[in-house]
């Protein structure tokens, strides 16, 4: 890893991914300024944005490793989280206003856990009304603070993982601390929303931590306050070949590719397993670009290299 002291040291910006452990209160956005200051340039970006409440791996990228960042965003996440039953929120989660209670102390843990099973696998999830998502070129979450809020279309996402781990009774409320694992673009607050209409009792997302983004852990991961004192960037080859399936180029095949050239399949050890982007190095193990196949050729999505 790269590492510099903080403080506002002259240094030369790196570039590569920090793994930042977000806290509460802050929006990822501002988690992005904070980086800046502390890297010293401002072409700094994030994938996968976190809600002010949530907290956990919210991947960072500098310099050139912004490029990775529209590629890492597609990766699988993992949460932990606690909903609450009984009650619905305007905005599905604790920062909303309560919009409807009802009691959940009949909701059993044998119903819990079928309604769980339901929104388990590929599902079908309308997003919340209070969202990040655009309609015609307007955030839904300003649409809705004004009195309107958009009907959003259910799209597929996947979740490989929904477990209940431990439930609390208060009165008519039932909290349930979970562990979700599922696809990018999967809405946890929504999860909670669907799991209280199921159930007939309503329910919101009150905690939620992001564990693992793709490959990154949180164990992995650091706080702003450790990264003002010793400020940590993943080298973008090294944060590469974690994120992404390898391929080694020659060294003919490198400087093709470094200008956007095109490499038959045929002439690379192309990796099998899952589809999506790979991460193609030169023979001194720098990153030249990320691959896709396209009609029996290896053509650049982005180039890493001047």
Known sequence: MTTAAGGGQAREVASGLVIVDKPPGLTS?????????????????HAGTLDPMATGVLVIGVEKATRLLGHLALSEKEYSATIRLGQATDTDDAEGQVIAQTSAAAVSQSSLEAAVAALTGEIEQVPPGYSAIKVAGKRAYRLARQGAAPELAARSVTVTAFTVRAVRRAGDLLDADVTVTCSSGTYIRALARDLGRALGVGGHLTALRRTRVGPYEIAGAATLDQLATRFTVIPLAEAAAVAFRPVQLTGDQAGSVAHGG??????????????????????DGSLIALLTEEAGQARPLAVFVP
Do not use: K, N, Y
């Not at 899952?274 to 991460?279: K, L, T």
């Open 29 to 45: 956005h501002d988690v992005v300024g904070r980086i800046r200051r502390l890297a010293g340039t401002r072409r700094v970006g």
């Open 262 to 283: 095109r490499v038959a399949i045929s002439e690379l050890d192309w990796p099998g397993g899952a589809p999506g982007p790979v991460a193609a190095f030169a023979p």
